[in-house]
C-alpha cells in the first residue's frame, strides 16, 4: 500500500513538473531561482555590437541576453541560464566570459538607435530565426560581415582596442552585484618573520681532571764490589 501511495505522488510530480525544471532545481539546491517571466511571446532580440554573437532582448526590463545556445539572465547577485527562455533556470557559478564585452549603455543607445554616434539600425530576431540560424552566424561571424550589426558608417574595432575595451569593462563592472559575488576575497601577504639564524650550541668547559702523579723508584746503585783503592788483583 505505501509503495503504490509513493508511485501515485511519484508520477503526479513527472506530469506537474517539467523535466528541465526538475534538472534546474536538483542543480540548485539551497539557492533561490529567479522569478518566472511570463511572456505573450518568444521574445525578440537584437544583435549586441562589438561581441561575439550576443543577442538582447530589448523590451523587458531585466537584462536577459542569449549566448552560444543558452539563456542567461543576472537576478539577486548570481548568474542564472537556460535552454529555455522562461523555464528551467539553474544557478551558474561564475560570470560568463561575454558580459565583459556588453557596453554598460547598450539600452540607451537601443532606445535612441545610436550607437557611439553612429545611426544604428539595428534588426530585431524573431525567437524561431534566432534557434535556426544562430549555430551557423556564430561559425561564420555573420553580423560582422554583414554590415556591422546596422551601424551606418561604423568601422569594425580593432581587435587590441576591443580588448582594451573589454579590460575597461571588467574594472567597471567590478562594483555590479553580478559580478561583485563572484570575486575571490583577497589573500593579505603576511609579513614574512625573519628567519632564526641557527646558533651552534656552545660547549660547557669540562672541568679538568687532576694529572695522576707517577712516583719514580728510589735510585739504587747496582750491587757489586765497590771499587777502591785497595782493590787489586789477586797475586
Known amino acids: 500500500m505505501k509503495n503504490l501511495f509513493g508511485g501515485i505522488i511519484l508520477l503526479a ?12 532545481i536538483d542543480i540548485s539546491i539551497g539557492i533561490a531561482l529567479p522569478p518566472l517571466f511570463v511572456l505573450e511571446a518568444p521574445p525578440v532580440v537584437i544583435p549586441m555590437p562589438d561581441t561575439d554573437n550576443v543577442y538582447v ?53 537601443q532606445r535612441d538607435r545610436n550607437w557611439h554616434g553612429y545611426r544604428w539600425n539595428y534588426e530585431p530576431i524573431p525567437y524561431q530565426r534566432l534557434q535556426q540560424n544562430w549555430k551557423s552566424w556564430h561559425n561564420s561571424r555573420y553580423w560582422e ?4 550589426w546596422g551601424i551606418q558608417n561604423y568601422q569594425l574595432r580593432p581587435q587590441q582596442q576591443r580588448r582594451e575595451l573589454r579590460y575597461q569593462r571588467q574594472q567597471q563592472y567590478q ?24 646558533q ?20 739504587s746503585q747496582p750491587q757489586g764490589k765497590p771499587e777502591g783503592k785497595g782493590a787489586g788483583r789477586k797475586k
Open 13 to 24: 510530480l513527472s506530469i506537474a513538473v517539467p523535466s528541465p525544471a526538475i534538472a534546474g
Open 57 to 109: 532582448v530589448p523590451d523587458i526590463d531585466a537584462d536577459i541576453f542569449f549566448w552560444n545556445g543558452w539563456w542567461w539572465m543576472p537576478w539577486n547577485g548570481r548568474w542564472y541560464r537556460s535552454l529555455y527562455y522562461d523555464r528551467g533556470w539553474a544557478y551558474y557559478s561564475s560570470v560568463p566570459s561575454f558580459y565583459y564585452d556588453v557596453d554598460p549603455d547598450w539600452r540607451r543607445y
Open 145 to 148: 560581415r554583414r554590415g556591422t
Open 175 to 198: 562594483q555590479r552585484p553580478e559580478v561583485r559575488q563572484h570575486q575571490q576575497p583577497r589573500q593579505q601577504p603576511q609579513a614574512q618573520q625573519p628567519r632564526p639564524r641557527y
Open 200 to 219: 651552534q650550541p656552545r660547549q660547557q668547559p669540562q672541568a679538568q681532571q687532576p694529572r695522576p702523579q707517577v712516583q719514580q723508584p728510589p735510585h
